[in-house]
């Protein structure tokens, strides 16, 4: 007998433009088809352009009549958000559509990005802040909706203000529970300043549960070169349909935060089973981390100092 998979009706996206990072694979992927086949015109920035050709027969071959295009993205490099954020200013398009998920969790050493962050913080938080000031202009032309991933992980941990770069002593996963809380404050706290200064830009948040996505996988480039032993465990529970959520089933929460006209502004949306481990999106209480609007507020002028990009410039 099989099981019903979780699904959700996304609206007629005709007309509108999507931006969708780390859309070359995995939970991404899977938002970027949805997208494309409601009608969106899909920008996929993307680092590696063989994957980002891969996904783009995928889509289309999934959406057939999809508009979707590559554009490059190495997000643990300020220079080429910056270059991204030229590109797409340049092609002076609103943008109304765009779902922060790209992401990368626990490298088993301590990594740096080209600007010498630590790795996580690097990727899943500054490259997506410098995005979102770099877009400002197109995502308040297009009155957006941006909607960031962040993680079960961020319901535990704190920022360590004391070292951000975890330079003197390194935990792969506090450091990603970092990443991802301060990700969280940040997507908060944009939408609160799009409140105060009228950008016309809602903001909410999304976390796909526990499913086996690319996340834990082999990844040579932060330093994995075999899936490891909880992406197996993970792997093995979902196919038997045991709690948690498939790769299908975790794109459902951003993929309803970002389009159903019923999702909210400042909220978070995850999987509505047991735990929020798996199942049919459902907006879910702020984790503890998440709720410090003076946090959100060090976070974001800490985040302009580290970047040297001011969303009050764009």
Partial sequence: MSRRRPDIAVPDLTGKRAVVTGGSDGVGLGLATR??????ELILPVRNPRKGEAALARIRAQAPGAHVSLRELDLSSLGSVAALGKILRGEDRPIH?????AGVMTPPDRRTTADGFELQFGTNHLGHFALVAHLLPLLRAGSARVTSQVSVA??????N???????????????????????GL?????????????WGITSNLAHP????TNLLAARPEVG???ETTGRRLIGALSARGILLGTADSAALPALYAATSPDAERGRLYGPGGPGHLGGPPAEQKLYGPLRDKDEAKR????????TTVSAANA
């Fill in 186 to 198: 940040f997507g908060l706290e944009l939408d609160r300043r799009s409140r105060a200064l009228g």
């Fill in 97 to 101: 559509i765009l779902i922060n998920n």
């Fill in 161 to 183: 203000w004391q070292d951000l770069n975890w330079e003197r002593t390194y935990d792969g996963r506090r450091a990603y529970s970092q990443s991802k809380i301060a990700f």
């Fill in 209 to 212: 549960g526990v499913a086996p």
């Fill in 224 to 226: 994995r070169a075999r």
């Fill in 299 to 306: 976070v974001w002028e800490t985040s302009e100092e580290l």
């Fill in 154 to 159: 961020a319901a535990r941990g704190a920022i």
């Fill in 35 to 40: 997208l494309a086949a409601a009608g969106a």
